[in-house]
């Protein structure tokens, strides 16, 4: 697993947020809320739609186009919904928040 930073510890002391970070050439949705920092996929496996344009309610991501929830810790979508989004591993450090990411198990020369 790759480690990578993401924000410093600052970030922790910022009012809530969803938005999109690029991060080693991936989109990825950042969300802090409650005091917490999620990673989570861009995309709503439902539409496509780019997740940094919903909000949080009650520990899930909303989809900004048909308001598919997602829990942040899990990934699993609401009952009924029968999908599920990638949940990105967070570590937070002295220096900063980070996310991890798997290496690829194979790479082109």
């Given at each position: 697993m790759k480690w990578t930073k993401l924000?410093?510890?600052?970030?922790?002391e910022e009012s809530d947020f969803v938005k999109r970070v690029d991060?080693?050439?991936?989109?990825?949705?950042?969300?802090?809320?409650?005091g917490r920092i999620f990673v989570?996929?861009?995309?709503c496996p439902?539409?496509?739609a780019d997740l940094s344009f919903g909000w949080c309610s009650n520990g899930n991501i909303?989809?900004?186009?048909?308001?598919?929830?997602?829990?942040?810790?899990?990934?699993?979508?609401?009952?009924?919904?029968?999908d599920y989004i990638k949940?990105?591993?967070?570590?937070?450090?002295?220096d900063g928040i980070y996310v991890g990411l798997k290496d690829a198990w194979w790479k082109f020369w």
């Open positions: 924000f410093t510890t600052d970030v922790l991060v080693s050439g991936k989109k990825l949705c950042a969300i802090k809320t409650k989570t996929q861009t995309k439902h539409a496509g909303v989809c900004p186009y048909h308001r598919h929830e997602f829990d942040l810790s899990t990934g699993r979508g609401k009952a009924g919904q029968g949940v990105y591993p967070i570590e937070t450090r002295v």
